[in-house]
């Protein structure tokens, strides 16, 4: 079962062939299509934004006592931990439990990410980046409304590229105060939401092709709450982010030597 959560909750709940009736979803589906700042030192986007905040470092950014521009400036240069770490990790964990019996590995919730990294709609551009970077991580769910003892609602998805797209940045020449007012902006002005969700007993070959169809990095993962509500209707039932299911969560369970009937 797939979802769509957008800032006021969940607007969607039905199979996967109805994602695309959602207008909602086309519409962000078809904004995103322009690239966003890369990594590549040669980039002028990124050699701009490297000058930009070193200035805005130079001449206080102030707000967030703990950032400091630089530290963007070396998560732009710093990719996050690769998937050969991530991949060295996984095959330590199989091979330390080679004995056990091997399951058919068919649903979500046989190679999500368990307890995933989020992120508050209202946390600043400049701490999320910040907060990915520590991670090593490139995306994480957005929740909205948390409170104390309350961990909030899904809101969107940021990415790395999503925090910097290239539409957002100033020109290289702009006042600090250009850019310190992108990296103060909060998360929930740059998210990608609408965003699909997941549900944990979901086939594993559906969720492939939802990421193939919508260049999403990964998916959240949710356990429905209401179970009476109908396929393809509105509700207030906001769901529990159980996981996150990336495309190389899917790509490590086939590596490492999984039962040949994953796709069976």
């Given at each position: 079962?797939?979802?769509?959560?957008?800032?006021?909750?969940?607007?969607?709940?039905?199979?996967?062939?109805?994602?695309?009736?959602?207008?909602?979803?086309?519409?962000?589906?078809?904004?995103?299509?322009?690239?966003?700042?890369?990594?590549?030192?040669?980039?002028?986007?990124?050699?701009?934004?490297?000058?930009?905040?070193?200035?805005?470092?130079?001449?206080?950014?102030?707000?967030?006592?703990?950032?400091?521009?630089?530290?963007?400036?070396?998560?732009?240069?710093?990719?996050?931990?690769?998937?050969?770490?991530?991949?060295?990790?996984?095959?330590?964990?199989?091979?330390?439990?080679?004995?056990?019996?091997?399951?058919?590995?068919?649903?979500?919730?046989?190679?999500?990410?368990?307890?995933?990294?989020?992120?508050?709609?209202?946390?600043?551009?400049?701490?999320?980046?910040?907060?990915?970077?520590?991670?090593?991580?490139?995306?994480?769910?957005?929740?909205?409304?948390?409170?104390?003892?309350?961990?909030?609602?899904?809101?969107?998805?940021?990415?790395?590229?999503?925090?910097?797209?290239?539409?957002?940045?100033?020109?290289?020449?702009?006042?600090?105060?250009?850019?310190?007012?992108?990296?103060?902006?909060?998360?929930?002005?740059?998210?990608?939401?609408?965003?699909?969700?997941?549900?944990p007993d979901a086939d594993l070959r559906r969720v492939a092709r939802v990421l193939l169809d919508t260049h999403l990095p990964g998916l959240p993962v949710l356990e429905t709450v209401d179970s009476s509500m109908e396929p393809g209707a509105q509700g207030q039932d906001?769901?529990?982010?159980?996981?996150?299911?990336?495309?190389?969560?899917?790509?490590?369970?086939?590596?490492?030597?999984?039962?040949?009937?994953?796709?069976?």
């Amino acid at each position: 079962m797939f979802s769509i959560y957008g800032e006021s909750g969940r607007i969607f709940r039905g199979a996967m062939e109805d994602l695309w009736r959602v207008d909602a979803l086309r519409g962000v589906m078809r904004a995103r299509r322009l690239p966003g700042l890369t990594s590549d030192p040669r980039d002028p986007a990124a050699v701009a934004y490297r000058r930009a905040t070193a200035r805005v470092a130079r001449e206080g950014a102030a707000a967030e006592p703990q950032a400091d521009a630089d530290e963007v400036v070396a998560a732009i240069e710093a990719p996050p931990r690769s998937l050969a770490a991530g991949a060295a990790l996984s095959a330590y964990a199989q091979a330390s439990g080679q004995g056990r019996e091997r399951q058919p590995l068919r649903r979500v919730a046989d190679v999500m990410t368990r307890q995933p990294m989020t992120v508050n709609a209202d946390t600043s551009v400049f701490e999320a980046w910040r907060l990915l970077g520590e991670r090593g991580v490139g995306q994480a769910p957005v929740l909205a409304g948390a409170a104390s003892g309350a961990p909030g609602r899904l809101a969107g998805l940021i990415s790395r590229a999503e925090l910097l797209d290239l539409r957002r940045l100033p020109r290289p020449d702009a006042p600090a105060d250009a850019w310190r007012e992108l990296l103060m902006r909060p998360v929930a002005a740059v998210m990608f939401s609408p965003v699909p969700a997941v549900s944990p007993d979901a086939d594993l070959r559906r969720v492939a092709r939802v990421l193939l169809d919508t260049h999403l990095p990964g998916l959240p993962v949710l356990e429905t709450v209401d179970s009476s509500m109908e396929p393809g209707a509105q509700g207030q039932d906001d769901g529990v982010l159980v996981g996150f299911i990336s495309r190389s969560d899917i790509l490590q369970a086939v590596v490492h030597d999984p039962p040949l009937d994953l796709w069976g």
